[in-house]
């Protein structure tokens, strides 16, 4: 198997870079249009460890999901990813959207470091778990919080404060990438790689749904399909969706994606 063509999106998808413009632009829309934000709210030290708060109105405290932005752990920042807090907000649901640091700056482990503070700050805020839902290395981060001993990191955390996950076209398993160019920007060792793989980790027992795009390579179809089977939740293949394109309806106030989320979104909130 050619693992490189495997989980080489932009390779796959050569019209990425105007998808991924276009994001940018109806992010910056998005964030200039809606009152009901708290944009760059600091959830650790780092110039990246900032998060925007979306609210669908005044004076209300909202159940709250957390959407964490894909880019292989290498690039991008929530500047990119504003507006698909849309579908969920009409769903009257709270969206929160953090940067990160990037590897090799950082280390993988440091990165999930970095979200359990971010979600750990949400539920300080708002006295709420959450909905974790990603796309790509924000899948794997949006199970790698759906696994964590919250208890251990803070006794006066809720055991599972992140409570339900959606993850959007992820990565479960590490070891496939060590051989390709995106592995090697992460500088894992095979150990390290497995330990901070969510196929291998326990299933915590929590709703999870699974989304992959039907245009996307075997092996994101196998890892989707693999990981919600270890961890007991559903998948779901969405027909002619690529990497890039899959993100589309969770800015579409009413479109399935975006309920999906957003009903989990209530159901632990």
Do not use: K
Request: aromatic share 8%; hydrophobic share 45%; charged share 15%.
């Amino acid at each position: 198997m050619d693992l490189q063509a495997e989980y080489d999106n932009r390779a796959r998808v050569p019209g990425n870079p105007a998808i991924i413009a276009g994001w940018q632009r109806d992010a910056a829309a998005f964030r200039a249009a809606w009152a009901e934000a708290d944009l760059d709210i600091p959830y650790g030290p780092g110039e990246r460890e900032t998060l925007d708060l979306f609210r669908p109105g005044p004076g209300q405290v909202w159940p709250v999901a957390l959407f964490l932005h894909g880019g292989y752990w290498q690039a991008l920042d929530r500047s990119f990813f504003s507006h698909l807090a849309r579908g969920m907000l009409a769903e009257g649901v709270a969206v929160a959207v953090p940067s990160y640091d990037l590897c090799p700056q950082v280390t993988l482990a440091t990165i999930v470091g970095q979200m359990r503070a971010a979600a750990a700050l949400l539920h300080r805020r708002s006295g709420r778990r959450l909905l974790a839902t990603g796309h790509s290395a924000g899948g794997h981060l949006t199970a790698m919080l759906m696994a964590t001993d919250w208890r251990a990191l803070d006794p006066r955390l809720p055991a599972h404060l992140v409570a339900a996950g959606l993850p959007i076209s992820g990565v479960f398993e590490l070891e496939p990438l060590l051989p390709t160019t995106i592995g090697a920007g992460l500088r894992l060792a095979p150990e390290d790689a497995r330990a901070l793989s969510p196929r291998h980790l326990a299933s915590p027992g929590l709703p999870l749904h699974a989304v992959v795009g039907g245009a996307e390579s075997g092996e994101f179809l196998r890892q989707t399909r693999d990981f919600a089977a270890a961890w007991g939740g559903t998948a779901e293949v969405v027909p002619g969706a690529n990497h890039f394109t899959i993100l589309a309806p969770l800015a579409e106030p009413g479109s399935p994606l975006a309920r999906r989320a957003a009903a989990m979104a209530l159901g632990v909130g």
